[in-house]
């Protein structure tokens, strides 16, 4: 009897171990940086200039002309980032916020009808804040340039979660796309 709850014990721990090892390789698997072809497509959104901290009021106010123009998103809300923090000032940061659709939508403004076209993209999927997603943009620029690989178009988020406000930080997920193409030094 003392043989087989030792034994039990003995499995259960062996059998945590391994799906702990699991669940940490296709953790570490999901934040890895892979280069994908990507199929063009349409998408509406509400171009934007000014800094990030905007981004909910505009997502606000996206929503709002969505439903009014009885508009459906055929997948995750989208962030496309096309200033560069880094050389820019705040206020004159461009970007958008918006919903891939279909081609036929009637879009009338202050929506844009806009077209992704970049089909080459080094992207890796970022767990955590929406804040703390510069550390994987991060990692997947460095990986470009040990890898031959130059942007060559804007930055793409898609945000994963149905309803990020019922997910802690921590766990939110944003897919990151950074359009590519070959270095010509390699």
């Not at 206020?91 to 279909?102: C, D, H, K, L, S």
């Not at 804040?129 to 510069?134: G, V, W």
């Not at 031959?148 to 309803?163: H, I, K, N, S, T």
């Not at 802690?168 to 897919?175: A, D, R, Y």
Request: proline share 8%; aromatic share 12%.
């Amino acid at each position: 009897m003392r043989k087989n709850i030792l034994f039990s014990f003995l499995l259960i721990g062996v059998s945590s171990f391994l799906l702990m090892a699991v669940t940490q390789a296709k953790a570490q698997e999901s934040d890895k940086v892979t280069i994908q072809e990507i199929e063009e497509f349409p998408y509406c959104c509400l171009p934007h200039k000014g800094p990030y901290t905007d981004i909910p009021d505009v997502i606000g106010q996206m929503v709002q002309t969505f439903r009014e123009q009885n508009l459906f998103p055929t997948g995750p809300l989208i962030g496309i980032y096309y200033s560069v923090p880094e050389n820019t000032k705040a206020e004159e940061y461009q970007w958008e916020v918006g919903f891939p659709v279909t081609a036929q939508s009637l879009i009338q403004p202050p929506l844009v009808l806009k077209q992704w076209s970049f089909k080459t993209v080094a992207t890796c999927l970022h767990t955590g804040s929406y804040e703390t997603a510069i550390k994987t943009i991060t990692k997947i620029q460095e990986w470009m340039d040990e890898n031959g690989y130059v942007q060559a178009g804007p930055f793409l988020e898609r945000y994963m979660d149905m309803d990020p406000a019922a997910v802690k930080p921590e766990n939110l997920k944003t897919e990151i796309w950074i359009p590519v193409k070959e270095s010509r030094k390699y």
